[in-house]
T-cell receptor, first 117, second 114 residues
Framework: NAGVMQNPRHLVRRRGQEARLRCSPM?????VYWYRQLPEEGLKFMVY????????ESGMPKERFSAEFPKEGPSILRIQQVVRGDSAAYFC???????????????FGAGSRLTVL | AQTVTQSQPEMSVQEAETVTLSCTYD???????LFWYKQPPSRQMILVIR??????QNATENRFSVNFQKAAKSFSLKISDSQLGDAAMYFC???????????FGAGTRLTVKP
């Protein structure tokens, strides 16, 4: 059981470039959550997805940020035209989904650290 | 490999009583940070308390305190005078000193009975 896999672990981008962060949920999990952690702060909820569907994106910035969880492949958090304020750790978590045993238990990945120069 | 272990999937406490949530971790570092996060149904992760490993004094935040046993690699959370609003998932987390590795436990679901 490989757990939640995130990559890259570290990503460096220059201002204006695009950042793509990937998350492969635990086997059997169909729901993915993305969180952002700024230095010295807690984790802030960004978006909650299931396969091919965004359930809740209330924490996503209105511009430049998007997320997807396609039928095949990992979930992608995409940040266009990055700015220095985007520098943070981005965590992904997965769960089996509502109505399934343990549905509310999130399993977290190790995070992806984005540095914007 | 699992770095942070929370051995209690679920805990229950009577309102106004005290409850302790367990957490153990594994590291070869001498300096690191430990956290307890609370996750209510909103899915937001709320930082409850943090502990720097180099500090011997246990951290406290109002009704929340920790018992940090560095040699035993144990970091338990004590909630005093439990309130209904304390009901949530609680995650223990470890972070290395370079901010490039943060590990979470599986979580403990706390129920508070009126």
């Amino acid at each position: 059981n490989a757990g939640v896999m995130q990559n890259p672990r570290h990503l460096v981008r220059r201002r204006g470039q695009e950042a793509r962060l990937r998350c492969s949920p635990m086997k059997g999990h169909s729901h993915v959550y993305w969180y952002r952690q700024l230095p010295e702060e807690g984790l802030k909820f960004m978006v909650y997805l299931q396969k091919e569907n965004i359930i809740d994106e209330s924490g996503m910035p209105k511009e430049r940020f998007s997320a997807e969880f396609p039928k095949e492949g990992p979930s992608i958090l995409r940040i266009q035209q990055v700015v220095r304020g985007d520098s943070a750790a981005y965590f992904c978590a997965s769960s089996p989904g509502p109505g399934i045993g343990g549905a509310n238990v999130l399993t977290f990945g190790a995070g992806s650290r984005l540095t914007v120069l | 490999a699992q770095t942070v272990t929370q051995s209690q999937p679920e805990m229950s406490v009577q309102e106004a009583e005290t409850v302790t949530l367990s957490c153990t971790y594994d590291t070869s570092e001498s300096d690191y940070y430990l956290f307890w996060y609370k996750q209510p149904p909103s899915r937001q992760m709320i930082l409850v308390i943090r502990q720097e490993a180099y500090k011997q004094q246990n951290a406290t935040e109002n009704r929340f305190s920790v018992n940090f046993q560095k040699a035993a690699k144990s970091f338990s959370l004590k909630i005093s005078d439990s309130q209904l609003g304390d009901a949530a998932m609680y995650f223990c987390a470890y972070r290395n000193p370079w901010w490039d590795d943060m590990r979470f436990g599986a979580g403990t679901r706390l129920t508070v009975k009126p």
